[in-house]
């Protein structure tokens, strides 16, 4: 079974920076597109950003296109996310999830392991 752990989440004021982290830490998704999705209050989980298994490719929400940045560290079997000029609709739980495949994902559906998220609250 695929462990993620996130962390990094917190409170930051719009137009602040944060960057969340998620550990695999039994290296069981290091093959597997992983990605980001987030859930805010009483709204469904959707797609944030998303990276293949060796990180040439990488896609992201219109909402997020040029402020957010996903990344990963293969060695150390980390993923990121860089999030700037953050706003108050990105407060939400974020998610880490790893997909079937090592193709990056943009439909939720195509995640199968996620970890337990991370809150992040902008304020304004």
């Known amino acids: 079974q695929v462990q993620l752990v996130e962390s990094g989440g917190g409170l930051v004021q719009a137009g602040g920076s944060l960057r969340l982290s998620c550990a695999n830490p039994?290296?069981?998704?290091?093959?597997?597109?992983m990605g980001w999705l987030r859930q805010a209050p009483g709204k469904d989980r959707e797609f944030v950003a998303s990276i293949s298994w060796n990180g040439a490719d990488t896609f992201y929400a219109d909402s997020v296109k040029g402020r957010f940045t996903i990344s990963r560290d293969r060695a150390k079997n980390i993923l990121y996310l860089q999030m700037n000029s953050l706003k108050s609709e990105g407060t939400a739980v974020y998610y880490c999830?790893?997909?079937?495949?090592?193709?990056?994902?943009?439909?939720?559906?195509?995640?199968?392991?996620w970890g337990q998220g991370t809150q992040v609250t902008v304020s304004s």
């Open positions: 039994r290296r069981t998704a290091s093959n597997n597109g």
């Open positions: 999830a790893a997909n079937i495949g090592s193709r990056a994902a943009t439909q939720r559906t195509a995640f199968t392991s």
